[in-house]
């Protein structure tokens, strides 16, 4: 498996890592969330930026979400990498986006590129743009996470799997997927899909999990079949089935005895 090494956090060797989300209303709130992720199991943390709202009720716009993300990195403490996300409504987030207006929204941010490491792009929503805004975030020292995910159902596996490598064929860094399973047999098809997306690309870090209770095997045995991270709570959550990131990194160090 190929290695994306943030902050000295690799991604892609030894268990895989726990990500944090620090999800707030206002900067203020994320900047309290975050400065506690010193007492948590956090490998890194992640600012979802789409619940930011202003004192009024509007939309920040990519000057005030810069504002926040230099925010978070000083509570921070530079002591975690930073993964910064903005989530659309199209796929589970709390922020509608007009064609076009996504990418431009990402890109606001690379002004910001030294206070965080990782960027989250949608596949969906970037389009045949991602490869060269792939290109613009390295130019500016940050490593690019292509995500998808579909709160409704799990895809076929070889869907799964194909969407993996052709995010990383794109120019991504790191592919991410997640999914909702109705059935053990779903979350088992997403750690199949995993598993031939690692052999089909094996230069390609991974982060891959199944939502919800069905889910929640997914989040501890991931790295067994080329999932690189996964997420866990430190009081706040931002997805269905994220467990808490203490008692994740327990169950992953016990997995990671039992396998070694």
Same mark, same amino acid.
């Given at each position: 498996?190929?290695?994306?090494?943030?902050?000295?956090?690799? #991604?892609?060797?030894?268990?895989? =890592?726990?990500?944090?989300?620090?999800?707030?209303? !206002?900067?203020?709130?994320?900047?309290?969330?975050? @400065?506690? &992720?010193?007492?948590?199991?956090?490998?890194?943390?992640?600012?979802?930026?789409?619940? &930011?709202?202003?004192?009024?009720?509007? &939309?920040?716009?990519?000057?005030?979400?810069?504002?926040?993300?230099?925010?978070?990195?000083?509570?921070? !403490?530079?002591?975690?990498?930073? /993964?910064?996300?903005?989530?659309?409504?199209?796929?589970?987030?709390?922020?509608?986006? /007009?064609?076009?207006?996504?990418?431009?929204? #990402?890109?606001?941010?690379?002004?910001?590129?030294?206070?965080?490491?990782?960027?989250?792009?949608?596949?969906? @929503?970037?389009?045949?743009?991602?490869?060269?805004?792939?290109?613009?975030? +390295? @130019?500016?020292?940050?490593?690019?996470?292509?995500?998808?995910?579909?709160?409704? =159902?799990?895809?076929?596996?070889?869907?799964?799997?194909?969407?993996?490598?052709?995010?990383?064929?794109?120019?991504? !860094?790191?592919? =991410?997927?997640?999914?909702?399973? +109705?059935?053990?047999?779903?979350?088992?098809?997403?750690? %199949?899909?995993?598993?031939?997306?690692?052999?089909?690309?094996?230069?390609?870090?991974?982060?891959?999990?199944?939502?919800?209770?069905?889910?929640?095997?997914?989040?501890?045995?991931?790295?067994?079949?080329? %999932?690189?991270?996964?997420?866990?709570?430190?009081?706040?959550? %931002?997805?269905?089935?994220?467990? !808490?990131?203490? @008692?994740?990194?327990?169950? /992953?160090?016990? /997995?990671?005895?039992?396998?070694?």
């Amino acid at each position: 498996m190929a290695i994306v090494t943030v902050r000295g956090i690799a #991604l892609g060797r030894g268990r895989p =890592k726990i990500i944090v989300p620090v999800f707030a209303g !206002d900067g203020p709130a994320a900047q309290r969330q975050a @400065a506690a &992720l010193g007492g948590a199991a956090a490998d890194l943390a992640e600012l979802r930026l789409d619940p &930011l709202r202003l004192p009024g009720g509007g &939309l920040p716009d990519g000057g005030a979400l810069c504002g926040v993300v230099r925010q978070v990195r000083q509570a921070l !403490d530079g002591r975690l990498p930073l /993964l910064v996300t903005l989530r659309t409504a199209a796929e589970g987030g709390s922020r509608d986006c /007009l064609p076009g207006e996504y990418l431009d929204l #990402l890109r606001s941010l690379l002004p910001a590129a030294g206070a965080f490491d990782l960027l989250d792009v949608e596949y969906a @929503a970037a389009g045949a743009a991602l490869g060269a805004f792939c290109r613009q975030a +390295h @130019a500016a020292g940050v490593a690019v996470v292509a995500s998808m995910h579909d709160f409704a =159902k799990t895809p076929p596996a070889d869907r799964m799997a194909a969407a993996l490598t052709a995010m990383g064929d794109a120019g991504a !860094d790191i592919a =991410k997927l997640a999914v909702m399973p +109705h059935g053990p047999a779903d979350a088992a098809a997403l750690l %199949s899909a995993t598993a031939c997306a690692r052999a089909a690309r094996p230069e390609l870090p991974l982060i891959t999990m199944a939502m919800g209770p069905d889910g929640a095997v997914t989040r501890v045995c991931g790295g067994a079949f080329g %999932s690189c991270a996964t997420f866990g709570t430190a009081g706040v959550s %931002s997805a269905p089935g994220q467990p !808490d990131a203490a @008692a994740l990194r327990r169950a /992953l160090d016990a /997995l990671g005895d039992c396998l070694a």
